[in-house]
């Protein structure tokens, strides 16, 4: 519906509130004539006014008729204005009726005219005022001259007057329905313009109601205010979002349900605010949304007045920063390794090369010499103990400073395949373990450094191995995505999701599980997944995982495709 339509609906609604007050107005004025002449009547024993005539309640009576039959045509009426202005005639005529029926020159009821000029001048204005004024000089001054001229006899007089005081009398009702006409005209136009002047400033103020909330609707931070106890009063779409609620469930949820570290924070605001001070502050929360996932978030309260000054409340403004939470997680990951990459050039030589000279040292003793069992088996000891911390130093300087990466094109199909066949034969396979491997049939060729993906496979299947123990199901799906990435651009991705039925990660330990030198395996280096991490990293890709305690884990690893430009494999 457009302004216009809007507007002719909120005319015609002004038309038939007119109308209904000048029915209403009728029939108070008649039921107030009519009660009063008859309560005088009956008092007095006399008539009142004039002696009255049957005619005169009759006719009355017939215009009680009239007016109900305006008000039962009234939903039929096309044309409300000209519906109106046929009331006002017939009002004209009706108290001419009235003069007539009470003496015509002697009736006091030409001043009645008042009322439908007053009323012309709120229906039609100025242009009504003098219209309704002029008409009425016309019907008094017909009946003045009809009476004069002895053409007509008005109930109740008995008198013949001369024509000066027919004009006199005339001179007098014209001269006070004129100075009403204007004066009533007067008044209707101030408040003509005044009712303007008002519907502006209210199609003003609705228009600045609606830019407020469209502004308030259309914030990227949730914004919300809430009175002295909490109760929500306003919520903007970011943060119903954010929050999972909706403009009817606030009525019952309090902020500090919510928020519960706020309630120590807003009472400290109250206190600085008695105290005269008022100030904006920045905090950061975490909010646990109803699904169970955690949401950091950050925001600012700031005192929210009344007119006199007063606290009443707070406003609330956040954003979600589990993102940039996670960034500067990152970063601090980053700056972890980098500290550890220049560790590492300098330890690995310094611990490596001594080690190298003692395993074989020890092996040369160990053939050489005639040993006891029990001496034997403290060489086999020192051998396996240097076999593992040169495994390590391998793993530290694989993570610290790993090899240059030599990417080609390849089908990360084969690779998988191979990494798989590889691992299945090697002794960390314990044969308790069924792998599951789907794979679709069509090539995936992107671009990898094949032996570095390989160590991505074999050290994510190895994780898998070892959190199952010696029983379970290992389960190796490749598909390929479209736009599997919300955070990143729209592209083509390579999935490849590891899942185990082990034991899963503790809450508490998923924020950890890449940090370097992190491990929760008796002997594990805790380098495993970090050197998964950094070589995906590398490749421009993601790595995901999903875990529960008790039912397993499942590493996802997302890699861009590329197209087939160099070399294939």
């Not at 990459?341 to 010499?369: C, D, F, V, Y």
């Not at 799906?477 to 990143?488: S, V």
Request: aromatic share 12%; glycine share 6%.
């Amino acid at each position: 519906m457009n302004s216009r339509d809007t507007q002719s609906q909120g005319s015609d609604q002004k038309k038939l509130k007119s109308i209904k007050g000048l029915m209403l107005g009728r029939l108070l004025i008649l039921t107030f004539l009519l009660t009063i002449t008859f309560l005088f009547q009956v008092s007095e024993k006399k008539y009142f006014f004039i002696p009255l005539t049957d005619a005169f309640y009759y006719f009355i009576g017939v215009f009680y008729m009239v007016t109900i039959l305006y008000a039962l045509s009234l939903n039929r009426m096309r044309n409300l204005d000209r519906f109106i202005f046929f009331q006002v005639i017939v009002d004209h005529f009706f108290i001419a009726g009235l003069i007539f029926f009470t003496g015509g020159k002697e009736s006091v009821f030409p001043m009645a005219y008042f009322f439908t000029i007053i009323g012309s001048s709120i229906l039609f204005y100025r242009r009504g005022a003098f219209f309704s004024a002029s008409f009425s000089t016309l019907l008094v001054g017909l009946l003045l001259l009809f009476q004069l001229h002895h053409w007509i006899n008005p109930l109740g007089s008995s008198q013949s007057y001369e024509a000066s005081q027919i004009f006199y009398s005339l001179i007098i009702y014209m001269a006070s329905f004129y100075i009403v006409a204007f004066l009533s005209s007067l008044i209707a136009e101030e408040l003509k313009k005044k009712r303007k002047e008002l519907i502006q400033k209210q199609v003003d103020y609705d228009q600045l109601e609606n830019f407020n909330r469209n502004v308030i609707r259309s914030l990227d931070s949730g914004l919300l205010t809430v009175d002295l106890q909490g109760r929500i009063n306003l919520l903007n779409r970011t943060a119903e979002r954010i929050l999972n609620l909706t403009g009817e469930s606030t009525q019952e949820v309090s902020i500090y349900d919510l928020f519960p570290n706020l309630n120590h924070i807003t009472d400290e605001m109250v206190k600085k605010a008695s105290d005269g001070f008022s100030e904006y502050q920045r905090y950061e929360t975490q909010f646990i949304h109803p699904e169970g996932r955690k949401i950091d978030l950050g925001f600012s309260i700031s005192p929210l007045t009344g007119p006199n000054g007063s606290l009443i409340g707070h406003t609330l403004i956040f954003q979600d920063i589990t993102r940039f939470k996670k960034m500067e997680e990152q970063m601090k990951r980053l700056d972890k390794m980098a500290a550890i990459n220049q560790l590492a050039a300098g330890m690995a030589h310094e611990i490596r090369n001594p080690l190298t000279s003692l395993s074989g040292s020890i092996q040369m003793l160990k053939s050489e010499l005639t040993l006891e069992a029990h001496q034997e088996r403290l060489m086999n000891i020192i051998l396996r103990e240097s076999e593992r911390l040169n495994a390590l130093i391998t793993d530290f300087l694989l993570f610290a400073q790993p090899p240059k990466t030599n990417k080609e094109v390849w089908n990360i199909k084969n690779i998988l395949a191979e990494t798989i066949e590889l691992f299945t034969h090697s002794p960390d396979y314990p044969e308790g373990i069924q792998i599951r491997h789907s794979q679709p049939r069509q090539e995936m060729r992107i671009l990898v450094d094949p032996d570095q993906m390989k160590q991505v496979f074999w050290n994510l299947l190895l994780n898998a191995v070892q959190a199952m123990g010696e029983k379970g199901e290992l389960a190796v799906e490749l598909e390929r995505k479209m736009d599997g990435m919300p955070q990143h651009k729209p592209r083509e991705w390579v999935q490849i999701s590891i899942s185990d039925s082990g034991k899963g990660i503790a809450p508490h330990e998923k924020e950890k599980i890449f940090e370097p030198f992190y491990t929760t395996k008796d002997g594990g280096t805790g380098l495993g997944l970090s050197i998964v991490h950094k070589i995906i990293e590398n490749h421009h890709g993601v790595i995901k995982f999903e875990s529960e305690v008790g039912k397993g884990s499942t590493f996802t690893i997302f890699l861009p495709t590329q197209p087939e430009e160099k070399r294939e494999c």
